[in-house]
Structures are given as structure tokens and as C-alpha cells.
């Protein structure tokens, strides 16, 4: 079984061929790192043009780095949502191209899905159910999967994702947005004191799982205004020595208080979900953000302290990469789950459908009672 993945939901362009077994024989990935600098977030309208221009490269390359030709593929699986509708358009596009003229079987694939699923390619005893926790730029999800496409959301967040904290509290430090706000708001906390600045830990007074960063992003920007730096004009890298561990620590408080609010609605969707299902045995932590170290570690605590076995992929395989794609293909191949492949008279215009919104499973909360 040989897949090709295809992924463009959000800013990169990535593709991937899995081998069933779960070996990866490519990977791809264009990101429109210049564009994010720019612009200090996704364009749409660019977005999509950057996907279009790369999507025919990638996929290309992804297949020649594989040493496979379209011949050799069982399926095409491609991201459908959730999204951005004009971004996702492109890599539906181009699955379907290749599926309709190399007559391929389509897997739909649900992104958030995805950044769970590639833990099982990673760790191959890890078996239904288990707990989960995918963080990324616009997600901050804990779920309990049950089963292939059977997950109840345990948690999300009321407002942002705490990528887009990262992100945010990077631009504002003035820090090299370049390789990614998270990773360069990471490396600068390691030079601050955690405990300078006293910002308050979210949504305490709520016993439950949800998340909010919308209020600590916005603690970050008043510690910055009221400390006088002026970020705004003067980049970290032409920063004087104490405006810089002046930011040091608002990057590290802002970091101890981000993942303190990350552990606390894990400890409590720990005990709900071994309440549900008290044959778990695994905690994953996967999307983007989960290749920060700090990150990891705290969390690898909890899992240790509640007796179980934290799985957080390699940092590639934790940001948007096609390989996940690929690997979710591969699960909902052998499950059955495909679509056949177009009809050899599919127009190139026509609408497709995507899932630009598409919650991943049913919402629990404690008292409510849970139907799957
Ligand atoms: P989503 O998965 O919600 O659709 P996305 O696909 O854009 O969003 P991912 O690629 O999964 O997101 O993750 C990107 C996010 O991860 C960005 O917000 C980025 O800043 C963050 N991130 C990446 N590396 C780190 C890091 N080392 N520390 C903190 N955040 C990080
Ligand atoms: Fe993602």
C-alpha cells in the first residue's frame, strides 16, 4: 500500500508518500515564511496564490524523492478541513487531478484528525482510546478518540489557540519571525526568569476543560507597552542588554503561565477521561506547538504523574507536514473509508466539497451525558 498525502489548509504546501507500514518514504514542505513576515499573519487571497504556485513542485518532488511514479500509488488522501476554503481548494484540486487521470481512490482527510493520527505511525502499540491534546496555531483541542473518526471533545478553546499567543507575543517582542514566532519566542525564554512578570493563569474559576489565550496575549502586550520598550522600531537583534532581558522575561513568564494553563485543563481532562475509558494507557500531544520543548516536558509530567505514557511526535511530524495526511489516508484506506476515484469527465472548475469548519467529534462536559 503506498499513499500519497497532500495537505495545504493553512500557509505550507506539503506532501508525502507513506508506505502502509508506516514508513516514510518522502516529505515535502513549502512555507510561505516571507509572506507571514510581511503581512504578520495568513492572507487568504496570498495564501492561495503561494499553494498554487508551489503545489505542482511539491507534490513532484514528494514523488521523486519517493522514487515512485503516480502508477505506483493505492490512493490519494488530501486535508478537506478544517481550513481555510481557498487554501484547501488547491490541494483538493491537484488530488483530484492526479486521482482522476492515474484512476486513484480519494481520502478525504479532517486535519486535526491528522496531528492525532501520526502518533500511531510513530508509536505503533499506540491502540484506541487514548487521550489527545493538539495545539497549533488556530486549535487548542482535547479530545478522546475512541476509535478511527470517533472522538468527543473534551475541551477547546473559548477565543485563540495558544499558537497564535506565541505568535503574536513574538511579533510584539520584536523577535525574528522568520523560522516561526513560536521557535523564536522558545529560545528567548530560556535567557529569562520565569517569574518576572506575575501575568494571571486563565479561566481558574472555570472547572473545565476549555481553553483561553486571548486574555494572556493581551497581558503580554501591556507588560511590553508599560516596561517602554519600543518593539515596534527596534528588532530583538539591535536590542541593548537589559532591553533584552527585559523581554527575556516577559517571553519566559509569558511561556510558564501559557503551559501552567496547559497542565491544568490536562490534569482534569486526565481524570475525565479515565472515568470514560479507564483502559487508557496513552496521552498524545501533537500540532505545531508541541515541538517546543518546554512544552513537552511539563507535559510529559502529567502524563507520568497520572501513570501514562506521553507520545508526542518528532517536532516535523508535530507542525503541518504531509506525511500525516498520508498516514490518516492510510487508517481510513484499510478501514474502507475512500471515495472512488472522479469521473474521467470531472470539470477542472468544479466545486468541491470542503469542510472549512468541521468539529472534530461531539462536545463533553462533565454532567452532560456523552452520545457517540
Ligand atoms: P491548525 O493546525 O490549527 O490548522 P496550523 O496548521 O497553522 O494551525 P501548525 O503548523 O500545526 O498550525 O502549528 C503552527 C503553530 O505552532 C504556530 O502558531 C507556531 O508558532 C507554533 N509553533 C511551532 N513551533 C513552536 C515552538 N517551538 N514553540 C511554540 N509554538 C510553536
Ligand atoms: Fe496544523
Known amino acids: 500500500l503506498l499513499m500519497l498525502g497532500i495537505e495545504t489548509s493553512c500557509d505550507d504546501t506539503a506532501a508525502a508518500v507513506v508506505r502502509g507500514d508506516g514508513e516514510i518514504l518522502s516529505q515535502v514542505v513549502s512555507s510561505q515564511e516571507d509572506l507571514l ?55 483538493v484540486h491537484k488530488a483530484r487531478k492526479i486521482a482522476k487521470s492515474f484512476r486513484l481512490p480519494i481520502v478525504g482527510v479532517h ?47 473559548i477565543d485563540d489557540a495558544i499558537g497564535e499567543a506565541y505568535d503574536k507575543s513574538a511579533r510584539w517582542l520584536g523577535l525574528d519571525m522568520r523560522k516561526g514566532g513560536g521557535p523564536a519566542l522558545e529560545q528567548l525564554a530560556l535567557e529569562g526568569d520565569p517569574n518576572a512578570v506575575k501575568f494571571s493563569v486563565p479561566m481558574r474559576q472555570h472547572k473545565d ?52 494553563h496547559l497542565e491544568e485543563r490536562c490534569q482534569r481532562a486526565v481524570e475525565w477521561a479515565l472515568k470514560m475509558e479507564p483502559s487508557i494507557k496513552y496521552f498524545v500531544v501533537s500540532g505545531g506547538v508541541a515541538s517546543n520543548q518546554y512544552v513537552r516536558t511539563h507535559l510529559n509530567q502529567i502524563a507520568e504523574k497520572n501513570g501514562l ?56 462536559s462533565e454532567g452532560r451525558s456523552v452520545s457517540r
Open 209 to 260: 476543560c476549555n481553553f483561553s489565550y486571548a486574555g494572556l496575549k493581551t497581558q503580554v502586550r501591556l507588560a511590553i507597552e508599560s516596561r517602554n520598550i519600543s518593539t515596534d522600531d527596534v528588532p530583538i537583534s539591535s536590542a541593548t542588554k537589559d532591553d533584552r532581558q527585559i523581554r527575556a522575561n516577559i517571553a519566559a513568564s509569558f511561556q510558564r503561565v501559557a503551559v501552567l
Open 111 to 157: 486535519h486535526m484528525e491528522a496531528h492525532a493520527l501520526v502518533s500511531r505511525l510513530v508509536n505503533k502499540d499506540l491502540d484506541f482510546p487514548f487521550l489527545a491534546l493538539l495545539i497549533s496555531g488556530g486549535h487548542n483541542l482535547l479530545v478522546l478518540a475512541h476509535g478511527l473518526g470517533q472522538y468527543v471533545q473534551l475541551g477547546t478553546t
Open 37 to 91: 513576515v510581511r503581512w504578520g499573519g495568513v492572507a487568504p487571497k496570498m495564501a492561495e496564490e503561494a499553494h498554487s504556485l508551489a503545489i505542482d513542485q511539491v507534490v513532484q518532488k514528494a514523488l521523486d524523492d519517493a522514487n515512485v511514479s503516480e502508477n505506483d500509488l493505492s490512493a490519494v488522501a488530501v486535508t478537506v478541513g478544517p481550513g481555510l476554503s481557498l487554501c484547501l481548494r488547491v490541494g
Open 309 to 364: 505514557q506521553l507520545v508526542c511526535p518528532p517536532p516535523r511530524l508535530c507542525t503541518d507536514n504531509g506525511v500525516m495526511i498520508a498516514w490518516t489516508g492510510i487508517e481510513h484506506f484499510i478501514a474502507g473509508r475512500f471515495d472512488e476515484p472522479p469521473a474521467v469527465d470531472e470539470p477542472d472548475d468544479m466545486q468541491y466539497d470542503l469542510r472549512p469548519r468541521w468539529p472534530l467529534g461531539e462536545e463533553y
